[in-house]
């Protein structure tokens, strides 16, 4: 029997996405910042659809990679609470990345008193705050940055599954989908869009070289993750999702390998590790991968865009 060819869903849809924009000459590119980005022993942070992480290689990655950085929140590893919220903890941390308030609230759970409504974080549960509908949950309900975030990622796993097929929601086992990650993702100057990415096409070096390009103008971007048919229809469709992240400003070839070359600082949600792989790597890959959660491919990514 012929063995079935590396075809995934985003194979077929790729040549339905609407192509790549060069940016108009003096259009804005992404906000330059200096955002807290997930590395070792920081207090502060920087999923059809994702249904979590498969079994792969150990956190030092394959032969030749880099050793993985740990992720701390508060004294906690930061991680996804269970298989269908790496889409949440990729968001959160996103949001988290970009917005001060946030990331403090998570680390520390307190907010400022005098904060208007309309500035406090979507991310946060409006319970937590007394703003919500509910009755306002007691500080001591969430007394750790454990116990926040999980709060914070299904309270983002409902906000991603509401509306997701029309005014159908999202089924909730199977995570977050890239079409409701986009409209919730949120990053200063930056709206999202969501793109299905073939890793073996032309189209695919363009989108990473996108993806490095916005990181490293401080910019994180998520990315899908999945397998192909070879491993069974289930795993031809997106199955955990993983964030590009901003280079720590101190590294060494920011971005880049000592010879030069794009690499990728991905944070990977299951294990709270950050990656450091080339952008090479991910193209036309046939093994798994620990930065991409055990899975072999990256088939989807969620592009930031100016805001004009």
Same mark, same amino acid.
């Given at each position: 029997?012929?063995?079935?060819?590396?075809?995934?869903?985003?194979?077929?849809?790729?040549?339905?996405?609407?192509?790549?924009?060069?940016?108009?000459?003096?259009?804005?590119?992404?906000?330059?910042?200096?955002?807290?980005?997930?590395?070792?022993?920081?207090?502060?942070?920087?999923?059809?659809?994702?249904?979590?992480?498969?079994?792969?290689?150990?956190?030092?990655?394959?032969?030749?990679?880099?050793?993985?950085?740990?992720?701390?929140?508060?004294?906690?590893?930061?991680?996804?609470?269970?298989?269908?919220?790496?889409?949440?903890?990729?968001?959160?941390?996103?949001?988290?990345?970009?917005?001060?308030?946030?990331?403090?609230?998570?680390?520390?759970?307190?907010?400022?008193?005098?904060?208007?409504?309309?500035?406090?974080?979507?991310?946060?549960?409006?319970?937590?705050?007394?703003?919500?509908?509910?009755?306002?949950?007691?500080?001591?309900?969430?007394?750790? $940055?454990?116990?926040?975030?999980?709060?914070?990622?299904?309270? %983002?796993?409902?906000?991603?599954?509401?509306?997701?097929?029309?005014?159908?929601?999202?089924?909730?086992? %199977?995570?977050?989908?890239?079409?409701?990650?986009?409209?919730?993702?949120?990053?200063?100057?930056?709206?999202?869009?969501?793109?299905?990415?073939?890793?073996?096409?032309?189209?695919?070096?363009?989108?990473?070289?996108?993806?490095?390009?916005?990181?490293?103008?401080?910019?994180?971007?998520?990315?899908?993750?999945?397998?192909?048919?070879?491993?069974?229809?289930?795993?031809?469709?997106?199955?955990?999702?993983?964030?590009?992240?901003?280079?720590?400003?101190?590294? $060494?070839?920011?971005?880049?390998?000592?010879?030069?070359?794009?690499?990728?600082?991905?944070?990977?949600?299951?294990?709270?590790?950050?990656?450091?792989?080339?952008?090479?790597?991910?193209?036309?890959?046939?093994?798994?991968?620990?930065?991409?959660?055990?899975?072999?491919?990256?088939?989807?990514?969620? %592009?930031?865009?100016?805001?004009?």
């Amino acid at each position: 029997m012929r063995a079935l060819p590396p075809v995934s869903l985003s194979t077929v849809l790729g040549p339905l996405a609407r192509p790549l924009r060069a940016p108009r000459h003096g259009a804005p590119g992404p906000v330059e910042r200096r955002p807290p980005t997930p590395r070792a022993g920081r207090a502060r942070p920087a999923s059809g659809p994702a249904a979590g992480p498969r079994a792969g290689p150990g956190p030092a990655g394959p032969a030749g990679t880099a050793a993985a950085s740990p992720v701390t929140l508060g004294g906690a590893p930061a991680r996804q609470t269970d298989e269908t919220t790496c889409g949440s903890m990729v968001l959160l941390m996103l949001a988290a990345t970009g917005d001060p308030i946030l990331a403090d609230w998570l680390e520390r759970g307190t907010l400022a008193p005098d904060l208007p409504a309309d500035q406090v974080p979507p991310e946060i549960p409006p319970a937590a705050t007394g703003m919500g509908a509910l009755p306002p949950v007691a500080a001591t309900a969430h007394p750790t $940055a454990a116990t926040r975030l999980a709060a914070a990622q299904q309270h %983002l796993k409902r906000r991603t599954s509401a509306r997701a097929l029309g005014p159908v929601p999202w089924p909730g086992r %199977l995570g977050t989908p890239p079409w409701t990650a986009a409209r919730e993702a949120r990053f200063p100057g930056v709206r999202y869009r969501s793109v299905p990415l073939d890793d073996a096409s032309p189209r695919a070096t363009a989108l990473l070289a996108s993806a490095h390009k916005a990181t490293l103008a401080g910019v994180p971007v998520p990315l899908y993750t999945g397998g192909d048919l070879r491993r069974g229809l289930a795993s031809a469709v997106p199955r955990h999702v993983v964030l590009a992240v901003p280079p720590p400003a101190a590294a $060494a070839h920011r971005g880049h390998d000592d010879a030069g070359r794009p690499v990728l600082h991905l944070y990977e949600p299951a294990a709270g590790l950050v990656h450091e792989v080339p952008v090479a790597a991910l193209l036309g890959r046939t093994e798994p991968h620990p930065a991409l959660g055990g899975w072999t491919h990256v088939v989807w990514v969620v %592009l930031p865009e100016p805001v004009r």
